[in-house]
Every structure is written in structure tokens, then in C-alpha cells.
């Protein structure tokens, strides 16, 4: 028998670890939240509906070899291994797109979700080589009690990092994060 050696990208072996992660699992096949999302900008404070529909998170373990891909290549070696994911869906105003990532961790307060997705960079921020592009995603970092509505934070320029234990940490850019307030499942 021959073999043929190759050699692997970081991004490449993320991915095909990814694909293989555990997720988590309790016999719901997926969850549905509704929120008001508000963010401030130069014009002022707008309010928007988002749906968030996930069907596949995460464990905090479960994420933790995300954590080498990210330290190997960064941001981009990132969205590389996990976009296009599926793991749900995502509706913000009129805006609609699938999830890349969703990390679920158990706390004292509820459940507290880290939802990901690779945004799609504008033509300005490229063409004027904007700083904004070393923040590759978009993040909803929420937190749904067991019982009544939960509340979070919207990061439309977003970069990540991992700790050792799997836990998801958000760094945006500049601005202040937007508010999400009345999570609640319908």
C-alpha cells in the first residue's frame, strides 16, 4: 500500500477538527430567542428584532481546540475553521445569516451563549485598509435565566479569543457594544 504525504494548513486541520466537535446536547434539537437589539450610532439609538435560532452549540470544552487554530493564525485561521458551521440562524432587522459559532455554558444565572458570525467586511473598510477588518465577526454574548428574560451585549466588530478552558472572550472595536435586552424563547 502507498501513502502520499501531505501537508495541512492550520485552517484546514481546524476545520476538520471542527467538523468533529462534540456539541452540546440536550435532546432539544434546537432553541429559538427573540430579543430587541439597540444600538447607538451617529444618528442616534435605533432598535432592532433579531431571532437567534441555534441548533448545534458548543460545550466550553468542546471549544477549547479552537484555541490552537486561533494562536497558530489568528483571527483569520479562525473564521476559516468555523465558518460555514451551521450552527443556526441569525435574523437582525432585515439582515439574515447563518451562525459560524455557538459556545453554551451553564452559570449561576441561567445559561450564557456566544454567538458568532464571520461578517462580511464593507467595501470602505478594504479599500481603505480600515482597522476594523482585525475584527472579522459579529457577536451576541447572551444570557438566558431559567426562568424570565435574559439580557446581553451586541458587538458588531468583534475579535475573539480563547482561554485555556474553552470559554469565549470578545474584544470589539472602539465604539461601545450595543444592548440586548428581553431575551426570551417564544
Known amino acids: 500500500m502507498r501513502t502520499f504525504p501531505f501537508r495541512m494548513s492550520a485552517a484546514a486541520a481546524g476545520c476538520l477538527l471542527v467538523f468533529t466537535l462534540p456539541c452540546l446536547g440536550d435532546g432539544n434539537p434546537s432553541k429559538e430567542f ?9 444618528q442616534g439609538t435605533r432598535s432592532k428584532p433579531v431571532t437567534v435560532i441555534i441548533s ?11 484555541r490552537d487554530i486561533l494562536e497558530k493564525g489568528g483571527q483569520q485561521a479562525l473564521m476559516a475553521a468555523i465558518r460555514g458551521q451551521n450552527r443556526g440562524r441569525l435574523s437582525l432587522g432585515g439582515i439574515e445569516g447563518s451562525l459560524d459559532l455557538v459556545v453554551a455554558d451553564k452559570t449561576s444565572e441561567g445559561t450564557r451563549y456566544i454567538v458568532v458570525t464571520a461578517r462580511n467586511p464593507r467595501y470602505e473598510e478594504i479599500n481603505e485598509n480600515r482597522p476594523t477588518l482585525d475584527y472579522p465577526f459579529a457577536v451576541l454574548d447572551f444570557v438566558v435565566p431559567d426562568f424570565g428574560s435574559g439580557e446581553g451585549k451586541f458587538y458588531p466588530h468583534a475579535a475573539l479569543s480563547i482561554d485555556a478552558d474553552g470559554h469565549v472572550k470578545v474584544d470589539h472595536y472602539e465604539s461601545e457594544p450595543g444592548r440586548i435586552k428581553d431575551i426570551k424563547a417564544p
Open 34 to 42: 427573540r430579543a430587541t437589539v439597540e444600538i447607538t450610532t451617529e
Open 56 to 66: 448545534r452549540p458548543l460545550t466550553a470544552e468542546a471549544a477549547r481546540p479552537l
